[in-house]
């Protein structure tokens, strides 16, 4: 069973920082793509940010700058730092995978996790 569970998510101040996790299950990081995207309320899911199997990383303009992705592969979970964090996002925080390659992660992923959210108000 492919399962992959976010976590991190919470309430923070504008300018704050906040790290998201995602945790795999039933695949793993050496064959597999994962990506971060979010929807806010009345919005489309927006892509944000991908990791290939080979650890190449993509920014979508919107966080290139203020969000970071990494992979820890012995615990087979991928994370994204988010630091200077603006109103604008807050919503709910997708993980997502694909195998392999990161080319198209924004229009096309296989599996993915429920998703944490993520407030920023003061």
């Known amino acids: 069973q492919v399962q992959l569970v976010e976590s991190g998510g919470g309430l923070v101040q504008p300018g704050g920082s906040l790290r998201l996790s995602c945790a795999l299950s039933g695949i793993t990081l050496s064959h597999y793509a994962v990506g971060w995207f979010r929807q806010a309320p009345g919005k489309e899911r927006e892509g944000l940010s991908c990791i290939s199997n080979t650890g190449d990383t993509r920014y979508q303009d919107p966080v290139k700058g203020r969000f970071t992705i990494s992979r820890d592969s012995a615990k087979n979970t991928v994370y994204l730092q988010m630091n200077n964090l603006k109103p604008e996002d807050a919503a709910v925080y997708y993980c997502?995978?694909?195998?392999?390659?990161?080319?198209?992660?924004?229009?096309?992923?296989?599996?993915w996790g429920k998703g944490t959210l993520v407030t920023v108000s003061s």
């Open positions: 997502a995978s694909r195998p392999f390659e990161c080319s198209g992660y924004t229009l096309g992923m296989d599996y």
